[in-house]
Antibody, heavy 121, light 110 residues
Framework: EVQLLDSGGGLVQPGGSLRLSCAAS????????MMWVRQAPGKGLEWVSS????????FYAKSVKGRFSVSRDNSKDTLYLQMDSLRVDDTAIYYC??????????????WGQGTLVTVSS | QSALTQPASVSESPGQSITISCTGS?????????VSWYQQYSGKAPKLMIY???KRPSGVSTRFSGSKSGNTASLTISGLQAEDEGDYYC??????????FGGGTKVSVL
């Protein structure tokens, strides 16, 4: 069974940093692009970042570019999201999710259970 | 990148059909055959229901179907059931390896 387990969320002050992790199992991790999608409390979904299966290409939403960094360790089947210079409006549940193939996103399936990031003083 | 436009809510009686629209532009919905739809129950992670505009993943009920015309994609749920209540989101490729979601539609079964 394909599973994604998100972790690393918590409470952080504005301007602070946090690193999220997503442990994958049940599929060949390095053959799929991986993504982060977030959902602010009571709001809709927002694509945050994508990374190819080999980790050689990364993409970001304008709202997080220059502050967030996505990476992966294919030897550990784990996806990461390093979040720096956090702002109050980064408060959200962060989900990791899997794409169609090594170099293509195309869809988001399945999704992790999500990890809550709260940015507040 | 602005969110795709969806109706905030749709309500219908059991057994009836509903259609949720998802309107974008020629830079996203209208420009690519990469529209997908997600179902989300309260407090749960989203679930893929439709991909590539009109394809259903294995295990998704045939009551769910997708289509696209111009810059507007649609999700139709036929034979509405109580278990279909939840939030539905569309998503489209927006060029430059970026993705955009709709604002979400709350489906209520009366």
């Amino acid at each position: 069974e394909v599973q994604l387990l998100d972790s690393g969320g918590g409470l952080v002050q504005p301007g602070g940093s946090l690193r999220l992790s997503c442990a994958a199992s049940g599929f060949r991790f390095n053959t799929h692009a991986m993504m982060w999608v977030r959902q602010a409390p009571g709001k809709g979904l927002e694509w945050v970042s994508s990374i190819t299966g080999r980790g050689d290409d990364t993409f970001y939403a304008k709202s997080v570019k220059g502050r967030f960094s996505v990476s992966r360790d294919n030897s550990k089947d784990t996806l990461y999201l390093q979040m720096d210079s956090l702002r109050v409006d980064d408060t959200a549940i962060y989900y990791c999710t899997r794409g169609r193939s090594e170099g293509a996103v195309d869809w988001f399936d399945p999704w992790g259970q999500g990890t809550l990031v709260t940015v507040s003083s | 990148q602005s969110a795709l436009t969806q109706p905030a809510s749709v309500s219908e009686s059991p057994g009836q059909s509903i259609t949720i629209s998802c309107t974008g532009s020629s830079s996203d919905v209208g420009g690519y055959e990469l529209v997908s739809w997600y179902q989300q129950y309260s407090g749960k992670a989203p679930k893929l229901m439709i991909y590539d505009v009109n394809k259903r993943p294995s295990g998704v009920s045939t009551r769910f179907s997708g289509s696209k015309s111009g810059n507007t994609a649609s999700l139709t749920i036929s034979g509405l059931q109580a278990e279909d209540e939840g939030d539905y989101y569309c998503c489209s490729y927006a060029g430059g390896s970026t993705w955009v979601f709709g604002g979400g539609t709350k489906v209520s079964v009366l």
